[in-house]
């Protein structure tokens, strides 16, 4: 038996396989227009949510380090100016 395709936001069967595909993820496939245009608003919020922010605290004895919202070193500066100077500019790029 094989796999019977189906939409990768509500589960129903593809008609003969065929179905919607996104711009930006075209390994997915969607039964209609809406189901294509409710997940990728879905994924859309999921983004804005997911948009990083920064922080910076001291690290050893003269030096500063930059921390994404995750936890994750960025960098570390000597100078707190150019850890909030990091900070401003990779707010920037967002």
């Not at 039964?31 to 949510?49: F, H, M, P």
């Not at 921390?67 to 900070?87: F, N, P, Q, R």
Request: proline share 3%.
């Amino acid at each position: 038996m094989y796999d019977v395709p189906t939409c990768h936001y509500c589960g129903k069967p593809l008609a003969d396989g065929k179905g919607f595909v996104s711009y930006w993820r075209t390994h997915l496939r969607f039964c209609s227009i809406v189901c294509l245009e409710t997940a990728e608003a879905e994924w859309g919020q999921k983004l804005l949510r997911a948009i990083p922010t920064y922080r910076f605290e001291k690290y050893g004895l003269r030096n500063w380090a930059v921390y994404d919202s995750l936890g994750a070193m960025v960098c570390v500066t000597v100078y707190k100016k150019g850890a909030e100077e990091v900070i401003r500019r990779l707010s920037v790029r967002r």
